[in-house]
């Protein structure tokens, strides 16, 4: 049967195999496809360029990667958000701790809050710290408002008295008011104080 078939010009399997073009060169290339080389060129006659080229201009120009950029940052001693939060948390906090007396020895950062003997009004504690291998007095609890002027009424005295009556300005008793002065223009450019 296959005599008969090749009789009438038919190709057997082998023969139509061998007829398949093996390589592109083999057909005409009339839609004009180009090979990678010839697009290569193309593609650089319109000035586009590779990678390694465009990061040789990219750099060249001073600009950085984002691990040269970190990397820089870092050299100038600044830290990134999670660094700060562990340098806090690793800080050294103050602390109040109320005590009856001082401890032999103390610990760093504790302001040591011991009941004061002479309580009168706000003075309730005198406070200590631990300061290289000794205590320190830090202060009291005690909170003044001596040589400051009451807000109603009251006379000057002391120091803020002294260095009035030393001025060419103002002579005589300081009277504090609770209604402030009102201004009154005279003209329209000069205002003038009024007395009541």
Do not use: C
Request: hydrophobic letters at 30%; zero cysteines.
């Amino acid at each position: 049967m296959r005599t008969i078939v090749e009789g009438y010009g038919y190709l057997n399997t082998e023969q139509v195999q061998a007829l398949i073009p093996k390589n592109v060169s083999a057909f005409t290339n009339d839609a004009n496809y180009q090979n990678a080389d010839q697009v290569k060129t193309k593609i650089e006659s319109y000035g586009y360029q590779n990678a390694s080229q465009v990061n040789d201009i990219v750099t060249s120009k001073g600009y950085q990667t984002a691990d040269q950029v970190k990397a820089k940052i870092e050299s100038y001693g600044y830290q990134n958000a999670q660094q700060v939060q562990t340098a806090i948390a690793n800080a050294g906090h103050l602390r109040y701790q109320k005590v009856t007396a001082l401890p032999a020895t103390g610990e760093t950062n504790v302001i040591y809050m011991i009941p004061n003997t002479n309580t009168s009004g706000t003075n309730i504690y005198d406070e200590y710290m631990w300061i290289d291998g000794k205590w320190e007095v830090m202060g009291t609890t005690k909170a003044t408002m001596d040589g400051y002027l009451p807000l109603t009424g009251g006379t000057l005295s002391g120091k803020i008295l002294q260095r009035l009556n030393s001025s060419a300005h103002y002579r005589g008793t300081l009277i504090l008011r609770q209604r402030p002065r009102k201004i009154r223009p005279v003209s329209k450019s000069t205002p003038r104080i009024s007395k009541d």
